[in-house]
């Protein structure tokens, strides 16, 4: 578990346990606070406590003792010295809480979450690692094709933006831009291999891809499914073919209107999406197929196929 606190220069994190108000009771000495504050990133043992709070040794190891039982300091080694064998303590976590309620589940805590470790590849210390690509929406590639999903990567960005602290340089470029020397790293890449040709490059090792045909279909080696409908998409992690010591995010559909199926089951079904393919959860590859629940011709969620 982590406190957070926000200050000027950005978010903070602390690794911290709660502790209740029964262990409370071992904290009602000032000079609880006094050995505390000593074994701050120290590691020592209660008579060296004792001389450097210029305190009896007995007091001392009577609060470590009980300390010790309320899980706050834990032994980490036992030295020989002067004769005799000392135990020596440190604090067992960086940090301590209690509360008066129960946690509720916040909407601005998502880099809290567990499932921000399906981000970790791509971001490392409140930054982005990774460039993001996104098809050109000029004529380009034999199909001279257009573009028209590029724009969903605002929306992909947002939620990205969530677990970032700071971002120091543009980290977005057209399939058109990009250089080989530049793929050798992680990428975020937004539509279908018609569209973007980076996709093009990677899409036949992808454990879910797209195969042409009289039409463009979407294929799961994990099932052996086949997908025809335009209103579908994939979500793809994996290791990146161009460079296997780094990873890629596919983020794609048949047409425009299977990459906004993607990205609306990222936005709104992001803890399912963390999970896995539903029939391999070792596996990080999605068939998505939008839903317009309202009728209005334009999709508004999302449903896991597999």
Known sequence: MYIVKTDETGVKSLPAEEISLKK????????????INA???????????????DEHEQKIYYHIRNLEKAGIVIPTKTERIKGSFAKYYTLS???????????????????????????????????????????SPDPHGPDKARARDGYYGIDLGLLIGTFLNFVQKPNVKLDTEVNPEELK???????????????????????VHFEK??????????????????????????????SPDHNVLLIAGKRHAGTKAAIVGILKHFNEVTKGNKYDESIMAKVVEGIDFDSDGIIDDAEFKE
């Not at 074994?39 to 709070?53: H, R, S």
């Not at 790293?185 to 992808?206: A, C, F, M, R």
């Not at 045909?213 to 161009?242: A, C, H, M, W």
């Open 24 to 35: 409370l009771n071992h904290l009602n000495s000032p000079l609880v606070f006094k050995i």
């Open 39 to 53: 074994l701050k990133g120290n590691e020592l043992y209660p008579k060296a406590i004792a001389q450097v709070l």
């Open 93 to 135: 976590k960086k940090g301590f809480f209690f509360s008066f309620s129960e946690f509720q589940r916040s909407p601005n805590a998502l880099k809290l979450k567990e499932e921000a470790s399906f981000f970790a590849p791509f971001i490392e210390n409140g930054a982005l690692n990774a460039l993001i690509v996104t098809g």
């Open 185 to 207: 790293q992680n990428l975020i890449l937004i539509g279908g291999p018609i569209v973007n040709k980076i996709t093009e490059q990677i899409n036949d090792s992808l454990p």
């Open 213 to 242: 045909g009289d039409t463009l279909t979407i294929k799961s080696t994990i099932t052996g499914n086949t997908y025809t409908g335009d209103e579908l998409g994939i979500i793809v992690r994996t290791k990146n073919p161009l």
